[in-house]
């Protein structure tokens, strides 16, 4: 089937190949039997291409989520979350202590409101660069620049946005120019990246920390170094720069041929939702888009919110124009 469908925005997956004389298992976790220099030397190599001062890498996006946020707020601490948070987000926020309270999607007032209301508390607020089922970006500098009027530390998930936005796909923050504004962030590379994995890019204190504190860290088996080796490679990729260019080409001849839809999303992201009228408007969309060979995905409640129902459409750097044509062509036949 065409894919419109999975999170390999640049294709990478496709694209990149590693050669590693060791493919084996780490046969335990990092603070065990798990670690080597190898390791260790692409956990840096990460965190300075990132404009980072340190970085720990974890087996994967959620792993690295469920660690920092059951570990890292303490009891008394605040954590504000935006309503659309990623749902490991969400389940590292339940293992907190710390109290929790969302605000509204991408509303800077209403984190105001919250952020004054326990003014004197330390709060950390969790935000993403790139929301995964509305397709829309983060008003980051204006949340950095509220959040540190009140000594909070933001926690930003560019699970989505890293690879795809940034000088050589370093992020949202690194597009905006406030890496250093943000306290931490956290980069997947099972996304645009098409590799494994996730680094969580902070300074030396917390990364010791979570060393020594984030339980999805410490009692795990520690991916194999050719999981390491693949992750550098998609982020060095020579190539990467022109995946970019023509993945916001494919972008820009998707949305102009449906400038009529209502779409949720922003033009310029590899996520696009496309607002359905009913269930079963939805329901017949998908059905017919799947009949011709294109993968979609069709969104229900509990993942988005009773009314948010919508089709999620994920555009691909390597998508040609004839794939794109046939999916505007199926999407333009309903009315």
């Known amino acids: 089937m065409i894919d419109f469908i999975s999170n390999d925005y640049l294709n990478l997956s496709q694209l990149i190949t590693h050669e590693s004389k060791s493919i084996i298992g780490a046969t335990g976790s990092r603070l065990i039997s798990g670690n080597s220099d190898l390791r260790s030397f692409v956990e840096g190599k990460l965190a300075t291409f990132f404009n980072s001062e340190s970085g720990l890498f974890f087996n994967s996006g959620y792993d690295a989520n469920i660690g920092v946020f059951s570990s890292i707020p303490q009891r008394g601490d605040v954590i504000l979350y935006d309503e659309l948070i990623h749902a490991s987000v969400r389940d590292g926020i339940r293992l907190s ?23 004197g508390c330390k709060i950390y607020v969790s935000i993403e660069g790139l929301y995964s089922m509305d397709g829309d970006i983060s008003p980051l500098r204006k949340i950095v620049q509220e959040s540190r009027k009140y000594g909070a530390s933001v926690i930003l998930d560019e699970a989505h946005s890293a690879g795809v936005f940034g ?3 370093k992020g949202i923050a690194h597009a905006l120019g406030v890496c250093e504004l943000v306290d931490i962030r956290l980069v997947t590379f099972g996304k645009a990246y098409g590799a494994h994995g996730a680094i969580v890019l902070c300074n030396e204190d917390y990364r010791t920390y979570l060393l020594n504190f984030a339980r999805s860290f410490i009692y795990t088996t520690a991916l194999p170094e050719a999981s390491f080796i693949h992750a550098l490679n998609a982020v060095e990729f020579s190539e990467i720069d022109g995946q970019r260019r023509k993945l916001q080409e494919n972008l820009q001849f998707f949305r102009s041929k449906l400038d009529q839809r209502e779409f949720r999303s922003e033009w310029n992201s590899p996520i696009q939702i496309l607002s359905v009228d009913t269930v079963d408007d939805l329901r017949i969309l998908e059905e017919r888009l799947t009949s011709k060979g294109i993968a979609v995905k069709a969104i229900y409640p509990p993942t988005v919110m009773i009314g948010n ?13 004839k794939e794109l044509n046939k999916l505007i062509e199926c999407i333009d036949a309903i009315k």
């Open 167 to 169: 000088l050589r796909g």
């Open 309 to 321: 129902e919508c089709l999620r459409i994920c555009i691909h750097a390597e998508n040609t124009k």
């Open 97 to 119: 202590l710390a109290k929790k309270y969302s605000f509204k999607h991408n509303d800077v007032e209403d984190l105001k409101r919250l952020l004054e209301r326990f003014k």
